[in-house]
């Protein structure tokens, strides 16, 4: 908590939870520490509804839509798990000579590739496209570089992600793209036939970290460090050992093995303050 909040008071300092859910993060946080300014930002109302439900008389977490709705303040620590796979994305398929997008053609109902120009590709993918071998789909998330804007409004931002994803070094192994469905808890490949044919569902992707660090880098903020959920677990445990019963040693190190989660989530800190000397 020391990186966090060294020289600064909490009266200063908000804690945000993006993408709150059902509130587990918030909830804990705010019962953890009282003191705290904590905020769930939720777009969805009824996932809203239940969080508000199980407050139980905690009253230092606000439930917001968005992040524009907390008032500034000079410090935040933000904190997303699963939030950025649950991002709007454009999905592109670079070929030999052209990158393609894909659209939904309502003549005749399907999605396409349809050829774009350098000028419609954003920024992070130009500077990237050099690293995405011919013939591979891959996503990008719209909405990413707002999102650092926003953050700008806090004056020194600490962002914690945990995300399945991966970054451009990898992206041999996903040549058919990530975006993935999920309907009452089963998992649909080829999501966007089943939309298509008018079912609706969850879609999700793999997060592109390289992406991710772009759009961050071009708003002033810089990765401390991104690596796999498996490392991140173990090499915590190191370091604190007796915070943990065995119980809790075990579950966190089941987490960790690869074939788990250890491997597919990885862990980012992010942020606009340099790092300290
Ligand atoms: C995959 S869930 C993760 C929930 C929670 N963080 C957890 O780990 O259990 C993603 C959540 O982010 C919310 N969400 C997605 N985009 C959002 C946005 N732009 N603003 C606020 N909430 C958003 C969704 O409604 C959903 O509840």
Redesign the pocket.
Same mark, same amino acid.
């Given at each position: 908590m020391s990186l966090f909040t060294e020289g600064v008071s909490k009266k200063e300092a908000v804690f945000i939870?993006?993408?709150?859910?059902?509130g587990?993060?918030s909830i804990f946080f705010a019962k953890n520490f009282p003191d705290a300014k904590v905020f769930a930002?939720? +777009?969805?109302k009824g996932?809203q509804e239940i969080i508000r439900n199980r407050l139980c008389g905690i009253s230092n977490l606000s439930i917001v839509?968005?992040l524009e709705e907390i008032p500034k303040s000079e410090f935040a620590i933000v904190f +997303?798990?699963?939030?950025f796979? +649950?991002?709007v994305v454009r999905v592109f398929r670079k070929n030999e000579e052209f990158c393609e997008e894909l659209y939904y053609d309502s003549l005749l109902n399907k999605f396409v590739f349809t050829k774009v120009t350098a000028s419609e590709l954003p920024a992070s993918v130009i500077k990237h496209l050099k690293d995405i071998p011919d013939n591979t789909i891959f996503e990008f998330e719209t909405?990413i570089g707002e999102l650092f804007r926003v953050l700008r409004r806090f004056n020194k931002v600490w962002l914690l992600i945990i995300d399945y994803g991966f970054q451009i070094g990898e992206i041999e192994r996903f040549r058919e793209g990530t975006l993935v469905g999920f309907k009452d808890n089963l998992f649909i490949n080829n999501p966007l036939k089943r939309i298509v044919d008018g079912d609706i569902l969850d879609v999700?992707h793999q997060v592109n970290f390289t992406f991710l660090n772009e759009e961050a880098r071009q708003n002033g903020f810089k990765f401390f460090f991104i690596k796999s959920l498996g490392s991140f677990i173990v090499e915590y445990l190191e370091d604190h050992l007796q915070s943990f019963s065995i119980e809790e040693r075990n579950f966190l190190l089941k987490i960790a093995l690869p074939h788990f989660l250890g491997d597919s989530f990885k862990v980012a800190l992010i942020s606009n303050r340099s790092k300290k000397k």
């Open positions: 939870d993006l993408g709150a859910g059902f587990e993060f930002v939720e +777009a969805s996932r839509s968005s +997303a798990n699963e939030f796979d +649950a991002q909405d999700t």
